[in-house]
C-alpha cells in the first residue's frame, strides 16, 4: 500500500511565524505535490516537484516556498505565515512510468494562522 | 486553459438508491484523463474511477461506473446502491500532458438512512 503522511493534522501558529509542513511517501514516487483546499475552491496546487532539487510552480505559489532533498521528502515552508493562509493543507505523490497518473494523497494538516 | 465545472456543491440521496454526480471540463486536447476522487470526512483523499479520453467505453468499477461523453465534454459519476460510507465530498479531476491535475470544486454527498 501507498503511505504518504503528513507531519501534523493540526497545526495553530501566530502570524509571521515560520511555518514548515512536512510530506512523506514510501513508494518512491517521483512527483510530489502541495495542494490547498478551500470549501467552494477544490483543490489548488500550490508547488510540484518532479525529482529531487526539482521544483515547479503551481496555480498559487505566492507565500509560499518548497524543498526537495530527499526523494520521499517534500516540505512546504510559509516564509512569514499570514491568516489568509489558514487552510487544509494536501501533499499527493504519483509515479512517472507506466502509468494511471492517480496521485496518492496524505491526510492532510489544517493550519490556522491567528 | 482547461477548466473543470462541478454545478452541484450538494447531493442527498437515499440509501440503497442511486446517484449521478455531474462534471463538464473545457479543453482543446485531444487525449487527456478524467478522475472521480472522494474524500470521506477526516479521511484521505482516495481515487474512485478513471477514464481515458481514446477509450471510448465507459470504466467501472463496482457500485461506481461514469457516463463519459467526449464531444459534450462531460464525465459523470454515477453510484448504485448507494451506503451510508460512500458520504463523502467527490471531485472531479482532469489531466492531459501536463504533470498537475485540474480540479472541480467538490460534491458533498450526503446519504439519508
Known amino acids: 500500500d501507498v503511505k504518504v503522511t503528513q507531519s501534523s493534522r493540526y497545526l495553530v501558529k501566530r502570524t509571521g511565524e515560520k511555518v514548515f509542513l512536512e510530506c512523506v511517501q514510501d513508494?518512491?514516487?517521483?512527483?510530489m505535490f502541495w495542494y490547498r483546499q478551500d470549501p467552494g475552491l477544490g483543490l489548488r496546487l500550490i508547488y510540484f516537484?518532479?525529482?529531487?532539487?526539482?521544483?515547479e510552480k503551481g496555480d498559487i505559489p505566492e507565500g509560499y516556498s518548497v524543498s526537495r532533498e530527499k526523494k520521499e521528502r517534500f516540505s512546504l515552508i510559509l516564509e512569514s505565515a499570514s491568516t489568509n493562509q489558514t487552510s487544509m493543507y494536501l501533499c499527493?505523490?504519483?509515479?512517472?512510468?507506466?502509468?494511471?497518473?492517480?496521485?496518492?494523497f496524505g491526510p492532510g494538516t489544517r493550519l490556522t494562522v491567528t | 486553459a482547461q477548466t473543470v465545472t462541478q454545478s452541484q456543491p450538494e447531493m442527498s440521496v437515499q440509501e440503497a438508491e442511486t446517484v449521478t454526480l455531474s462534471c463538464t471540463y473545457d479543453?482543446?486536447?485531444?487525449?487527456?484523463?478524467l478522475f472521480w476522487y472522494k474524500q470521506p470526512p477526516s479521511r484521505q483523499m482516495i481515487l474512485v474511477i478513471r477514464?481515458?479520453?481514446?477509450k471510448q467505453q465507459n470504466a467501472t468499477e463496482n457500485r461506481f461506473s461514469v457516463n463519459f461523453q467526449k464531444a459534450a465534454k462531460s464525465f459523470s459519476l454515477k453510484i448504485s446502491d448507494s451506503q451510508l460510507g460512500d458520504a463523502a465530498m467527490y471531485f472531479c479531476?482532469?489531466?492531459?500532458?501536463?504533470?498537475?491535475?485540474?480540479w472541480g470544486a467538490g460534491t458533498k454527498l450526503i446519504i439519508k438512512p
Open positions: 499527493a505523490s504519483s509515479p512517472t512510468l507506466g502509468t494511471s497518473y492517480e496521485q496518492y
Open positions: 513508494m518512491d514516487h517521483e512527483n
Open positions: 516537484s518532479y525529482d529531487v532539487k526539482m521544483k
Open positions: 479543453t482543446s486536447e485531444s487525449d487527456y484523463y
Open positions: 477514464q481515458e479520453a481514446y
Open positions: 479531476a482532469y489531466k492531459d500532458s501536463n504533470y498537475q491535475l485540474i
